[in-house]
């Protein structure tokens, strides 16, 4: 179950409705798990960091309170997850985008509740 939290492919949550997102960064959390929307850092908090709550199961894909968090498909079965994959990570590659530091990433997600 930590492979979850130190895999380095990119991942996605599927809700139980269907919907699903892609997950820029994830942190284990005292209630479940604590996960980061791509441009979190240009969004209001509060629409961009989520917990799902309840138990962590399996060893990939995993499942939490009905969500199933898997490693992104590349056969193109998520083709709007990869292109927002691909936009996400181009944006990271840019050198003075403002994004935050490891260590600012770290200290908001402690305060979100992250265990570490």
């Not at 990119?10 to 441009?39: C, N, S, T, W």
């Not at 850092?41 to 199933?68: C, F, M, T, Y």
């Not at 944006?91 to 979100?112: M, R």
Request: charged share 25%; hydrophobic share 40%.
């Amino acid at each position: 179950m930590n492979t979850l939290f130190s895999i380095t492919a990119p991942l996605m949550i599927r809700f139980p409705q269907g919907k699903r997102r892609l997950i820029a960064r994830i942190f284990p959390h005292k209630e479940g798990v604590l996960y980061f929307d791509p441009f979190w850092n240009q969004r209001d908090i509060r629409d961009s960091v989520h917990l799902v709550k309840g138990e962590l199961s399996g060893s990939g894909p995993w499942k939490i309170a009905e969500h199933v968090i898997q490693v992104l498909p590349c056969q193109g079965s998520e083709p709007e997850l990869v292109r927002q994959f691909y936009e996400w990570r181009d944006y990271l590659g840019i050198a003075d985008n403002g994004y935050p530091s490891e260590d600012e990433i770290i200290y908001l997600a402690k305060k979100l509740g992250a265990l570490f």
